[in-house]
């Protein structure tokens, strides 16, 4: 039994097989640079790695080949349906739902605040509708978790009428994620499922931290779009929204011109001027460049505040998960954000950070209540326990 698990962007489809069960993933690949003539499959199944050009390739190709694919591997028999990652799902959505109709109608209706990511989604959902036309489809939605959050978390100090005429409200993103990591974060750092306190910290290139009481997310830093919040990797994360309209008038530029600019070139990569990757602005600022150490010492001590903050909604602090590719892997941003939240009680423990908490359940404080740990995320898994338990529910 395993589910097909697809995220679909605007030029790539990513895909894997996964049996929720056991979590075991016999195949897992991404479908590339779609609609170029340089679209290519690339996949890693048995530890190997392959690569099949698919020249001109759009999403409904590419998940013809990826059916070639898994009927070759001999796992197309074994699927008993197909979970969809999808961005936004506004305030309809505060679970993952069978894929129906009016299920397809909603998620359009949510375009306009997910403009980016929710079409390539749809295209993705009918595609595999074609493909797959006797195989149950569920959607899973990256707003869904933080749709527990209480108005005084979701309002922003704005007009009220624009809730209500434009949908602006804090929605919260990365919540496979969140959901995922606080449930491991229970086991691992054995706290109790019906009392416990913690704050997610999601670090990939998009990040975003969540205050998540008992099973259920109070508050997260990502709002109407994913670009409010922490510094990311070209994201700036929130900024005085003046600057927009300063810009703009001071540059000549439109003030979507700016906008994309605080979306795509701001973050590590605007302040450091290197890279939006965090491996490779760390190597500069130890090799003594200056922007490069501003910029992860603007990253650390504003993801502090945003974790010091985010206790407030919670009431104290049982623990503190560090995920995604910079949570799980860099040391000194770990240490550096323990640091700065020493006065919570967290206090770091070098040698288990030096090991990502390796041999002590992910542990990096030598504080165990709050602790500080790292909890590797795996959204797909949960995209295909979700997908497997809406099929068992019938
Ligand atoms: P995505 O959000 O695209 O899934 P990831 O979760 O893979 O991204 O995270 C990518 C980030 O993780 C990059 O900034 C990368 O530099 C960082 N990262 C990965 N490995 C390391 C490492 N060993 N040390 C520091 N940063 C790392």
């Known amino acids: 039994m395993s589910v097909l698990v697809l995220n679909c962007g605007s ?43 698919l ?83 569920v959607a899973v939605f990256d707003t869904a978790f933080h749709q527990t959050m209480p108005p005084v978390a979701y309002t922003y100090p704005v007009p009220y009428e624009w809730r209500e005429q434009f949908g602006v409200r804090r929605y919260g993103f990365h919540g496979t994620s969140h959901r995922f990591v606080a449930r491991q974060a229970l086991a691992q750092a054995k706290l109790p499922a019906d009392d416990h306190a913690l704050v997610t910290a999601h670090l990939g290139n998009g990040c975003s931290c969540a205050a998540v009481r008992n099973g259920r997310s109070l508050d997260t830093t990502m709002g109407l ?69 501003l910029a992860i010492d603007i990253f650390c001590y504003v993801l502090a505040k945003a974790i010091a903050a985010l206790v407030v909604p919670i009431g104290r602090l049982d623990a503190l998960v560090f995920t995604g590719g910079i949570g799980e892997n860099s040391v000194t941003v770990r240490a550096r954000v323990v640091e700065h939240l020493g006065f919570l009680g967290l206090a ?32 797909e898994l949960l995209i295909a326990m979700d997908t497997a338990e809406i099929l068992h529910r019938g």
Do not use: Y
Request: net charge negative; glycine share 12%.
């Open 55 to 137: 020249p001109g390739a759009h999403h409904d190709v590419a998940l013809r080949a990826v059916v070639d694919l898994l009927r070759d591997l001999g796992l197309l028999d074994g699927l008993v349906g197909i979970g969809h990652r999808v961005v936004h799902g506004g305030d309809e959505f505060a679970s993952s739902v069978p894929i129906t109709p009016e299920v397809i109608a909603k998620v359009e209706a949510c375009i306009p605040l997910g403009p980016l990511h929710n079409p390539p989604n749809l295209v993705g959902i009918r595609v595999s509708q074609e493909v797959f036309p006797g195989l149950p489809q």
């Open 11 to 53: 030029s790539s489809l990513k895909f894997a097989v996964i049996d929720p069960r056991t979590a075991a993933q016999p195949v897992a690949g991404i479908a590339q640079r779609l609609g170029s003539p340089e679209a290519s499959l690339d996949w890693k199944n048995g530890g190997e790695k392959h690569s099949r050009a």
């Open 225 to 293: 779009t994913p670009l409010e919040g922490v510094m990311m990797g070209t994201r700036s994360g929130s900024v005085d929204p003046a600057i927009i309209g300063h810009v703009a008038s001071a540059n000549g530029r439109s003030e979507r011109d700016v906008i994309d600019a605080l979306n795509k070139k701001s973050g590590l990569l605007g302040v450091s001027g290197i890279s939006n990757d965090l491996r490779a602005v760390e190597e500069a600022a130890a090799q003594g460049h200056e922007r490069a150490r």
């Open 348 to 379: 770091l423990d070098p040698e288990a950070n030096g090991r990502h908490g390796r041999g002590q359940d992910g542990r990096v404080t030598t504080s165990v209540r709050p602790q500080a740990l790292v909890v590797p995320t795996n959204e």
